[in-house]
């Protein structure tokens, strides 16, 4: 399928694009896409339905999600495949948010501290994911605004599963920081599972601001 910006000259589609879990339990994986038509959203689409030359702003409205992940066993009493979301603009939870799903159904919201922090701009989990080494994946994630370091010098969470409701990043069960002001540490995220062969699960960190100088 073909996913193009077909209703306006100024639209745009595929700035960022996801694979998504199989959320309807048909067989087929999803995808979504980011489409901006004066708002950046964020479309999904089933995917038994991607055939042919599709508008742009077809499919399931989402809201302005920043990142998308799969969540692995976050909750390993599920049937569902698991997913987790970052929306760093939400006009209700200022700070940005996190959330992890049970197939359709939101299960978890993870918050950010601070007006601000851009919490949710950078997700990551599944099944590279289980940091504690105890069979259930946990969920990382950037904050790239936050200042406790210094004026956006940025944050990463760590949140082990399971857990359910609408939880503030305060508590998580881990936070690393930048370490200057500027350095937007967290701002991308990855989970690419053991790297150094210790049995646990690693990170790998974006920190889009730290200048040349800073690493010498």
């Not at 990142?67 to 700070?95: H, K, L, Q, R």
């Not at 080494?133 to 370091?149: F, K, N, Q, T």
Request: aromatic share 8%.
């Amino acid at each position: 399928a073909v996913y193009a910006s077909t209703s306006c000259n100024s639209c745009t589609t595929g700035r960022t694009v996801w694979g998504v879990p199989d959320l309807d339990g048909d067989g087929c994986d999803e995808i979504a896409y980011q489409y901006y038509g004066g708002t950046y959203d964020t479309m999904l689409k089933e995917g038994e339905d991607v055939s042919g030359v599709v508008s742009g702003a077809s499919g399931i409205l989402y809201g302005d999600w920043a990142d998308i992940s799969g969540a692995g066993a976050f909750d390993p009493t599920s049937a569902n495949d698991e997913w987790i979301v970052g929306d760093w603009y939400d006009t209700t939870y200022t700070g940005g948010y996190a959330a992890v799903y049970d197939g359709t159904h939101m299960d978890l919201r993870l918050t950010g501290e601070s007006a601000s922090d851009l919490a949710g701009i950078a997700v990551a989990g599944g099944p590279g994911a289980d940091v504690n080494g105890d069979g259930v994946d946990d969920v990382l994630v950037g904050a790239a605004g936050e200042d406790s370091a210094g004026s956006a010098a940025g944050a990463l969470y760590l949140v082990l599963g399971p857990l359910t409701g609408t939880v503030s990043l305060s508590t998580a069960d881990a936070k690393l920081t930048g370490s200057a002001a500027g350095d937007a540490f967290a701002g991308a995220l990855d989970a690419p599972g053991d790297v150094d062969g210790d049995g646990l699960a690693d990170a790998l960190v974006g920190a889009s601001g730290v200048t040349a100088d800073a690493l010498s």
